[in-house]
């Protein structure tokens, strides 16, 4: 059996405000939209994975999402730019990624980040 994907489903009241937001800040586009459920996508194509983790590392919670992005920096100050409150602050990690937390306005706490070359 092959899984041929894993779609992260985010529970809304206002799905077009949370969809604003995932648009605005990552530059994702909607594929589908019917009014009470909205799919954005990017052209990019990713390796199906599923993190199950008992912590963030160093220390942090585990977030509900983890976008990986071609530039971290770039994403962290478009949040701070749009006025989204950072809850981790931009970071080098010592296992190789550079990242950030932030909530999207339904509270999941989402994990952006890049590998370090």
Do not use: C
């Not at 529970?11 to 019917?34: C, K, N």
């Not at 976008?67 to 602050?89: C, K, S, T």
């Amino acid at each position: 059996m092959t899984v041929k994907r894993i779609v992260a489903n985010i529970a809304a009241a206002y799905v077009e405000e949370v969809g604003t937001f995932y648009s605005e800040l990552f530059g994702l586009t909607a594929v589908m939209d019917h009014g009470w459920i909205v799919t954005l996508a990017s052209e990019e194509v990713a390796r199906t994975q599923l993190g199950i983790a008992s912590e963030g590392g160093s220390g942090a919670p585990v977030p509900d999402l983890s976008i990986e992005v071609e530039d971290v920096d770039a994403v962290h100050q478009r949040a701070l730019r749009l006025g989204h409150g950072i809850v981790y602050p931009l970071t080098d990690e010592p296992w190789g990624v550079r990242r950030f937390y932030l909530r999207d306005p339904t509270g999941k706490l989402l994990n952006i980040l890049s590998h370090i070359d």
